[in-house]
């Protein structure tokens, strides 16, 4: 499986993004896929995550109600779509897929990783 993340860039706080992450493999279907993020200088944190089926979905305490997940299955494609952008949400993201379809929160839940894609939020 390949993950390739894409859509990040610089947007003012208030401001809204949606970055995707597009994945190669037959069994998309059947894996949780899942955004994380880093900030400079800080550990990797969880962001939301979203059934094989799209029917469950969780998301961090600091951006729910704010950033939503949702998936394509048909274009093997998972989307974050993040507003209300505040400069506390500048981080590299990371698209991340399990080989279960049940959602997780942990990193060492994820089985595959795509590169990055840097989101910068300006004050």
């Known amino acids: 499986v390949q993950l390739q993340a894409s859509g990040g860039g610089l947007v003012q706080a208030g401001g809204s993004l949606r970055v995707s992450c597009a994945a190669s493999?037959?069994?998309?279907?059947?894996?949780?896929m899942g955004w994380f993020r880093q900030a400079p200088g800080k550990e990797r944190e969880f962001v939301a995550t979203?059934?094989?089926?799209?029917?469950?979905?969780y998301y961090a305490d600091s951006v729910k109600g704010r950033f939503t997940i949702s998936r394509d299955n048909a274009k093997n494609t998972v989307y974050l779509q993040m507003n209300s952008l505040k400069p506390e949400d500048t981080a590299v993201y990371y698209c991340a897929a399990r080989t279960y379809p049940s959602i997780a929160t942990r990193g060492t839940s994820f089985d595959y990783w795509g590169q990055g894609t840097l989101v910068t939020v300006s004050s």
């Open positions: 493999g037959r069994t998309f279907g059947s894996s949780a």
């Open positions: 979203i059934s094989g089926g799209g029917t469950s979905t």
